[in-house]
Structures are given as C-alpha cells and as structure tokens.
C-alpha cells in the first residue's frame, strides 16, 4: 500500500485501481470470488474471466486472500446474504472451475452420455437424500419424493444405455472387420481399372468422359 501511496500515478496503482472497481461491482466480485474459491491457477481463472492476470491476483491478496482456507472455512464464505453470489459459490466449491466457464459461455470439456448420466444420477439421488433430513414438512416430502423419482428414471436409462451401446458396439465392430476382410484395397481398384480400359481399348470402345457425356 506504501508504493501505491508514493506513486499514485505507477503501474500498481492502476492495479489496485481496477481491483477495487472489481470489489464495488457486485457481479464482476461474485464470480471473481467464486473462482478463488475452487480454484488456484490464476492463468486459468484470468482466462475464464478476460481479467488481466496481475488485476485478479491483486483483488485476491487485498479483497479476497482464502490462503490455507481448509474446505469448511471456504464454505463459511458461501453464507452472504444475496442468494444469487451464495448458490454460484456452492456450486462453484461443489462442481470446480469449469462450471464457472460454463456459465461464463466457454465451451465445456465434451461429457458422454453415460458420464452424464452418471453425474445427473448421483446429484438427484443426494437431492432426495438431502430431502430425507430436512424437517419433516409436506415440501421436504415433495422435494423426495420429486428428487427419488428422478434418481431411479435416470438408473433406468443408464441401464438401457449401457447395456444397448455395448451390444451396439460390438455388433459395429464385428461389421467393421467384416468390411475390411473383404473390402479391396485402392490399388486393387486401379487394377481393375486398368484391366477394364485395357479391354476397352482392344475392343475399339471409348471410354465415356465427362466432356463426350456432355457433348450428346
């Protein structure tokens, strides 16, 4: 702060100048913070965000230094009062970096359908577990009864995908090797060619081109 004082005009200062435009502006802070939550790179999180790598590390060690933060004292950071910041901070310690980026409109990491299944399948199947504990009430019943309901549509269709695409691939793969046992290779097929314009040619036969066939 010294160095900012002497040389209001130096390049730290216009650091630190950016950096409390960060912590005055509530979404720019909200997903500044929800970033150091779940995450160290500071590369990656200047990427996901466009911020300049030295802005965001300055907002960190001034607005926002989690440093030996164990996981319950980052969660403790979740308990603000604007719901919005509160549920991308869970879901940010709860889901890591890329869904930030997600939600930011960077182009997510490809999932397979049975991974995602699997992902949807565990979240419901802790939703209703979560419903389980809460007080007794006729909308935690609700919630349970919605979230286990969702769990075992989603085992289902896990079932069937799996058990249909490995019937399906190896039913592909068999077609694949029937292919390549009997398929010719392209030099075959130039001596076919060859024999067959050979033949032509001893026959006193043109061979049609593109230019004859356009000429009738």
Request: aromatic share 8%; hydrophobic share 40%.
């Amino acid at each position: 702060m010294d160095e900012i004082l002497q040389n209001p005009e130096g390049a730290l200062a216009k650091l630190f100048t950016k950096a409390s435009q960060i912590n005055t502006t509530p979404l720019k802070k909200r997903y500044v913070e929800a970033c150091l939550l779940c995450s160290e790179d500071m590369e990656r999180i200047s990427d996901i965000l466009e911020m300049d790598r030295d802005v965001v590390d300055l907002y960190r060690k001034i607005y926002f230094d989690i440093e030996g933060f164990d996981r319950v004292e980052k969660l403790e950071l979740t308990d603000v009062k604007n719901q919005d910041e509160a549920q991308l901070k869970m879901w940010a310690l709860a889901e890591g970096i890329e869904f930030i980026a997600w939600r930011l409109g960077h182009r997510a990491r490809p999932i397979s359908p049975v991974d995602g299944l699997k992902q949807l399948y565990g979240t419901c199947l802790y939703k209703a577990k979560e419903a389980f504990f809460t007080d007794n009430t006729t909308d935690s019943s609700i919630q349970s009864a919605k979230w286990t309901k969702l769990s075992m549509d989603i085992a289902r269709l896990l079932k069937a995908w799996t058990s249909d695409s490995n019937q399906a691939q190896t039913e592909l793969d068999m077609r694949i090797q029937d292919v390549k046992s009997s398929f010719p290779s392209v030099a075959r097929f130039a001596e076919l060619f060859d024999e067959v314009a050979e033949k032509q040619t001893e026959a006193n036969v043109e061979i049609p081109t593109e230019d004859s066939e356009g000429s009738d």
